[in-house]
């Protein structure tokens, strides 16, 4: 199983800052990686897929990069609303898929 | 609007049974993967099984096969996910989610609302 670890934990930010989280692969999983946006009592919403591309309707503040083993979201200016749980995931692997744990983006 | 709307939450006890349900609209149910995908409370997703309602052909993740069953019924455009006897590590949030594009190479978008699951006796 690929395991897939994201850091920091917790990140504090402050409005308008900017946010990087990164999210590590064990082995490649090539660009089939994905991240999501949860917010409390909510679910998961798609932000990039592709490692870099935005979902339809995602701002153009949140950017994905990278590719094999190592992967980077990016939120340019962080907003109110952005302060969320990240989560990234592999699907490169059938039918082992797997997500990192979390990267709680938080109000400095 | 690609939609998938969420059976309400349970309370069960130990040993019971148990299908929860996920409805689609506006897309062609019988064309795109069906995922469930499971959250225990605080903690992270865990990808549980996909199925095909065209055909019902259904996949299990190695970590959940012979634990849960995924069906679906395509007349009603309508995933399950169901349980014969739970236990109380199964309390958890369950969402469904599509798989967008027709291989496995793909991502979930858009998610179910969720339905939460509490086993206790």
């Known amino acids: 199983e690929i395991v897939m670890t994201q850091s920091p934990a917790t990140l504090s930010v402050s409005p308008g800052e900017r946010a990087t989280l990164s999210c590590r692969a064990s082995?490649?999983?090539?660009?089939?990686l994905a991240w999501y946006q949860q917010k409390p009592g909510q679910a998961p919403r798609l932000l990039i897929y592709?490692?870099?591309t935005r979902a339809t309707g995602i701002p153009a503040r949140f950017s994905g990069s990278g590719s094999g083993t190592e992967f980077t979201l990016t939120i340019s200016s962080l907003q109110s609303e952005d302060f969320a749980v990240y989560y990234c995931?592999?699907?490169?692997?059938?039918?082992?898929?797997?997500f990192g744990q979390g990267t709680k983006v938080e109000i400095k | 609007e690609v939609q998938l709307v969420q059976s309400g939450a349970e309370v069960k006890k130990p040993g019971e049974s148990l299908k929860i349900s996920c409805k689609g609209s506006?897309?062609?149910?019988?064309?795109?993967?069906i995922g469930w995908v499971r959250q225990m409370p605080g903690k992270g997703l865990e990808w549980m099984g996909i199925?095909?309602?065209?055909?019902?052909?259904?996949r299990y993740s190695p970590s959940f096969q012979g634990q849960v069953t995924i069906s679906a019924d395509k007349s009603i455009s309508t995933a399950y996910l169901q349980w014969s006897s739970l236990k109380a590590s199964d309390t958890a949030m369950y969402y469904c989610?599509?798989?967008?594009?027709?291989?496995?190479?793909?991502?979930?978008?858009?998610w179910g609302q969720g339905t939460l699951v509490t086993v206790s006796s």
């Open positions: 989610a599509r798989l967008d594009g027709d291989s496995f190479f793909n991502w979930f978008d858009p």
């Open positions: 506006g897309y062609s149910f019988t064309s795109y993967w």
């Open positions: 199925i095909y309602p065209g055909d019902s052909d259904t």
């Open positions: 082995q490649s999983v090539s660009s089939n």
């Open positions: 592709g490692a870099s």
């Open positions: 995931q592999q699907y490169n692997n059938w039918p082992r898929w797997t």
